[in-house]
C-alpha cells in the first residue's frame, strides 16, 4: 500500500470483531518503529504485549473505556527516560516524548498496513497502570494501543480533518498568506 493511501485510511476503531490478530503482525508493526529516528541513536522505547483477555479487561476497567475490552492485543508503548536525561539535561524529556510520539504514529501506520485496526490511547491513570502490569515506577506509559479487527456493524466513517490551509503559517505566527514568489526588486 502507498503511504498515501495508509495515511488517510488510518483512524481510531473503537470496535473490534472477536477475531485475534497474530502476534507476529504486532512484531512486524514494532519491528517498524525501530526505525525511527532517535535522539543520539538511543532508543529508549520498550513495548509491552497484553494478550491475556483478563489483563486486556483489567487495563480497560483502569482506562475507564470499556471498548479497549473488545481488542485481541493491546501494545502498551513505554519509555524511560533516564538515559536521554544523562546525554541532554532537561532536553532529553522532551526527546523522548517526541521519540515516543514518532514510534506511536509509525506503529499505528504499520497497523493499518497489515490489515489492521487500532486507537491511540492516553487516556489512564499511570500510577494504578503501572502497578497492574508491574511497571517500574522510572518508567513512563506513553500509550495504549488496542489492535484487532475492526467491526463491521460499529464501522465509522473516519472523521474530516482540518484543512491544510488552516494549518500552515508563513514567515511568522498567524500570517496565513505565502509571500509573493516574484518579489518587487530593491532600489
Known sequence: MELDK?????KS???FTATNPSWKYISD???STLQNPFAGNHNNLKFLIIEDEEIIKKISKIAEQSWISQAGILIVVCSNDAQLESLYGERGRIYSRQQAGAAIQTLLLKLVDLGLSSCWVGAFTDEILKEALNIPQHIQIEAIIPVGYENPEHKKSKP???ELENSIFWENWNNQHRPALFKEPKA
Open 29 to 31: 508493526a514494532i519491528e
Open 160 to 162: 474530516h480533518k482540518k
Open 6 to 10: 495508509i495515511i488517510r485510511k488510518r
Open 13 to 15: 476503531v473503537r470496535s
